[in-house]
């Protein structure tokens, strides 16, 4: 999936292109036990200036360290630092007598919210829920868009409803159960030779190219040891057990390849295979772990086709909101609030947990490559630049490259 083609709509101020500028304002004495952000997506900056480049985004609600404090332009207050390259202004986040520390905990899934969909007759939102459906909507949700919900209360006397991440009340009733969350799929690569099953239930037999098992079959996605691996007939099969074979086109791999010629010796990288939809983590020649994916299903150079090529994360969120909203020859919309886990690295084009399928191993998204939650949250602590806690989003600086993604 892609970001809308806005080319990159994110939440809030993420990637908003200026700052009101003002005079700078004069630190006050001493320092705070932390800063607490008051707005969400509350930009940072590499410097204690408006004008300057963005190094991130703070979530409303976290409680970040103070190291130094200043004037400067571009903020009314005073310009607090948060880490190294990294300032956030006063103005949207308070002085704090309270230790660093996170916003909201994940819900209990593992996921960063509860995740739901707008039921078959749609819903509205409402701004305040002591007052929710007795008046005009605040906003309308459309059938089958997904919503992410921050905490559930009842309004008096009344029914449950759920806040958005959009700060919307919604009615409960109108939304499908929570979404239960595809399992992880990831395997290290330390010597083992793994496949996941990529059809629906895989017939297992008795001998490469033999008489199939009766009744033994194995469920999709599930991991297998590959024990050997033969060619018969223009096959391939492969032996996932004693006595116990299963045919090649009813299953994916990962395939170890050579560092691109853009990567540094004993740099990270991931190599993304579209043939046989499996994503490698390498750190030089070595791979360390695989998943399976799905990529773009349009075909190359079309929009809802993942782009080729070796490019860098330029951008890594928490979560980021995805939609086709703009799109006025779309056959279908959608809109999915706070995709979980976001690794940008061409354009709105890149890498993130989806939690909507469980078609890994296949061709499935609009242009992203979706990876399981709880993969896609491993690969976002493993890949640079590092998202520091209380962050919402973080950019690369010079000391610290996004990941290198190679795509074919």
């Given at each position: 999936?892609?970001?809308?083609?806005?080319?990159?709509?994110?939440?809030?101020?993420?990637?908003?292109?200026?700052?009101?500028?003002?005079?700078?304002?004069?630190?006050?004495?001493?320092?705070?036990?932390?800063?607490?952000?008051?707005?969400?997506?509350?930009?940072?900056?590499?410097?204690?200036?408006?004008?300057?480049?963005?190094?991130g985004a703070a979530?409303?609600?976290?409680?970040?360290?103070?190291?130094?404090?200043?004037?400067?332009?571009?903020?009314?207050?005073?310009?607090?630092?948060?880490?190294?390259?990294?300032?956030?202004?006063?103005?949207?986040?308070?002085?704090?007598?309270?230790?660093?520390?996170?916003?909201?905990?994940?819900?209990?899934?593992?996921?960063?919210?509860?995740?739901?969909?707008?039921?078959?007759?749609?819903?509205?939102?409402?701004?305040?829920?002591?007052?929710?459906?007795?008046?005009e909507p605040d906003?309308?949700?459309?059938?089958?868009?997904?919503?992410?919900?921050?905490?559930?209360?009842?309004?008096?006397?009344?029914?449950?409803?759920?806040?958005?991440?959009?700060?919307?009340?919604?009615?409960?009733?109108?939304?499908?159960?929570?979404?239960?969350?595809?399992?992880?799929?990831?395997?290290?690569?330390?010597?083992?030779?793994?496949?996941?099953?990529?059809?629906?239930?895989?017939?297992?037999?008795?001998?490469?190219?033999?008489?199939?098992?009766?009744?033994?079959?194995?469920?999709?996605?599930?991991?297998?040891?590959?024990?050997?691996?033969?060619?018969?007939?223009?096959?391939?099969?492969?032996?996932?057990?004693?006595?116990?074979?299963?045919?090649?086109?009813?299953?994916?791999?990962?395939?170890?390849?050579?560092?691109?010629?853009?990567?540094?010796?004993?740099?990270?990288?991931?190599?993304?295979?579209?043939?046989?939809?499996?994503?490698?983590?390498?750190?030089?020649?070595?791979?360390?772990?695989?998943?399976?994916?799905?990529?773009?299903?349009?075909?190359v150079g079309t929009?809802?086709?993942?782009?080729?090529?070796?490019?860098?994360?330029?951008?890594?969120?928490?979560?980021?909101?995805?939609?086709?909203?703009?799109?006025?020859?779309?056959?279908?919309?959608?809109?999915?609030?706070?995709?979980?886990?976001?690794?940008?690295?061409?354009?709105?084009?890149?890498?993130?947990?989806?939690?909507?399928?469980?078609?890994?191993?296949?061709?499935?998204?609009?242009?992203?490559?979706?990876?399981?939650?709880?993969?896609?949250?491993?690969?976002?602590?493993?890949?640079?630049?590092?998202?520091?806690?209380?962050?919402?989003?973080?950019?690369?600086?010079?000391?610290?490259?996004?990941?290198?993604?190679?795509?074919?």
């Open positions: 999936m892609t970001a809308s083609r806005r080319v990159l709509l994110l939440s809030g101020a993420a990637l908003a292109l200026t700052l009101g500028a003002g005079p700078g304002a004069a630190a006050g004495e001493g320092l705070p036990a932390s800063v607490e952000v008051t707005r969400p997506d509350e930009p940072i900056h590499v410097r204690p200036d408006g004008a300057s480049p963005r190094r979530a409303r609600g976290a409680r970040l360290p103070a190291f130094a404090a200043t004037g400067g332009p571009g903020c009314e207050g005073a310009w607090f630092e948060v880490g190294p390259l990294a300032w956030i202004c006063e103005d949207g986040a308070a002085r704090s007598p309270l230790p660093p520390g996170t916003a909201e905990a994940p819900a209990p899934s593992g996921l960063p919210f509860d995740y739901h969909f707008v039921g078959r007759d749609g819903s509205f939102g409402y701004r305040v829920l002591d007052t929710a459906e007795e008046g906003a309308q949700l459309f059938p089958g868009f997904g919503v992410a919900l921050v905490r559930v209360a009842a309004k008096p006397g009344g029914d449950a409803f759920g806040l958005t991440t959009h700060r919307l009340w919604v009615p409960l009733r109108d939304l499908n159960a929570a979404v239960r969350a595809p399992e992880p799929l990831a395997a290290d690569l330390d010597g083992a030779d793994v496949a996941w099953v990529t059809a629906p239930r895989a017939e297992l037999f008795a001998s490469a190219g033999g008489r199939p098992k009766s009744g033994a079959t194995v469920e999709a996605l599930a991991r297998v040891p590959v024990l050997e691996r033969v060619e018969k007939h223009g096959e391939t099969w492969l032996r996932v057990g004693d006595g116990a074979w299963l045919r090649g086109r009813d299953a994916t791999w990962p395939s170890v390849k050579a560092p691109p010629a853009e990567a540094a010796p004993d740099e990270r990288w991931i190599d993304v295979d579209l043939a046989r939809q499996v994503l490698v983590a390498y750190r030089g020649e070595r791979p360390l772990f695989a998943m399976p994916v799905s990529t773009g299903r349009g075909p929009e809802l086709a993942t782009p080729p090529g070796v490019h860098r994360v330029w951008i890594k969120l928490a979560t980021s909101d995805m939609d086709n909203l703009e799109d006025t020859d779309a056959a279908r919309n959608y809109a999915i609030q706070a995709v979980p886990w976001v690794m940008y690295f061409d354009r709105g084009y890149g890498l993130h947990g989806a939690f909507w399928h469980h078609a890994f191993g296949h061709v499935m998204s609009h242009g992203c490559v979706n990876l399981t939650p709880a993969d896609a949250a491993r690969l976002f602590a493993w890949t640079s630049p590092h998202l520091p806690s209380g962050w919402s989003a973080v950019l690369p600086t010079e000391f610290e490259l996004g990941t290198l993604v190679r795509v074919e």
